[in-house]
């Protein structure tokens, strides 16, 4: 039974088979321009799966190897040496040796016969089970959890923000006038009138206006997608009011997730008012208070990343289908 010192931390609803969100539109982007962009969010949130299910894998591995070991000593030797640093004579190593390699390849043969399963079997119920009794008890994987749960909302985000700024400007490179019009306009007024280049300044630094204006924006600067509202706003210049509307509405946690991160990120984790504020209608988060360290734990973690999942969805197969729709003139 968990310690009342310790938090439940649900490391199993995390890396829990079958709770992603749908990512078959990966393959099925029709626009050419748009398959850089969208391999790159996929790997991104790929990164951060390995990331999450590395400590199950440590320990379903390291306990594997032990058990074969310990088999393997108590075959050839007859007992199990309790000094965990002895090492026996090199003949007798070397029969360990053997053992084990038998052993590892009865599970092999196993493995590849049960198309993966096996492995993920052992990771779930071996390596979670492992990795839950550390957390039980030990502050050191209290606090690496912790950190770990942090790091994926904090990945999660950034490659949601790095898809929508990339999706964005490919779509006025590659789009109808009107968009580039649009966003031309918002651009002029936001910043960027009054610069005045040197006669040193480098123009081959910077896309070409009239060919790519998205590339140009991004290049100069003109435009920001560091906060869900400018993600917002930009979308809306180009795409109209109801077309904002519909793509962030796919999954609110998109308004979760952007305050999470902006509290680990610049709060160190610590609520404020307005992450109070922002976070009071989701209920695994509502019981934060100001001034006191946000709970997280792997269930609210895995609904805040497939958040940037279904929402990136949702831009990128609208950007693909206006796209070939409205072929650029």
């Known amino acids: 039974m968990p310690s009342p010192f310790f ?6 609803d995390l890396i829990k088979p079958g709770k992603q969100a749908e990512r078959g539109w990966v393959v099925k982007v029709q626009s050419p321009c748009l398959k850089e962009v969208v391999n790159a969010f996929f790997n991104n949130i790929a990164r951060t799966d390995s990331f999450c299910l590395f400590p199950a894998e440590i320990a379903a591995t390291a306990l ?47 493995f590849f016969s049960s198309g993966m399963n096996l492995a993920d079997e052992r990771r779930m119920t071996v390596g979670v089970g492992h990795v839950n009794r550390m957390l039980e008890s030990e502050i050191g994987a209290d606090q690496s ?9 904090v990945e999660s985000w950034t490659a949601f923000e790095t898809l929508s700024a990339d999706l964005w400007y490919v ?23 009054d610069f005045e280049p040197s006669d040193s300044f480098d123009f081959n630094k910077i896309a070409d206006p009239q060919k790519h204006y998205g590339s140009y924006l991004r290049d100069t600067e003109k435009t920001s997608f560091q906060t869900l509202h400018l993600i917002k706003d930009w979308y809306k210049t180009v795409f109209g009011k109801k077309v904002q509307q519909k793509l ?39 019981t934060a208070a100001q001034k006191k360290p946000i709970r997280l734990h792997g269930e609210i973690v895995r609904k805040l990343r497939n958040a940037t999942i279904t929402v990136g969805n949702e831009l990128v197969m609208f950007v693909d289908g206006q796209l070939i729709n409205r072929a650029r003139p």
């Open 7 to 12: 938090l439940d931390w649900k490391y199993f």
């Open 64 to 110: 594997q190897n032990q058990f074969w070991r310990d088999y393997a000593v108590f075959k050839v030797t007859g007992k199990l040496a309790h000094n965990e640093q002895k090492r026996f004579n090199e003949k007798i190593e070397k029969a360990i040796a053997k053992e084990i390699e038998k052993r590892k390849k009865t599970w092999k043969k196993k």
């Open 145 to 153: 959890m912790k950190n770990i749960l942090f790091s994926v909302v």
């Open 171 to 193: 779509a006025l490179d590659n789009g109808p006038s009107e968009w580039r019009k649009r966003a031309g306009l918002k651009a002029d007024k936001s910043k960027g009138r």
């Open 248 to 286: 962030f509405a796919s999954d609110g946690y998109i308004d979760a997730i952007s305050a999470v991160r902006n509290v680990i990120t610049h709060k160190a984790g610590i609520a404020d008012r307005k992450y109070v504020e922002a976070v009071k209608t989701f209920s695994e988060l509502n």
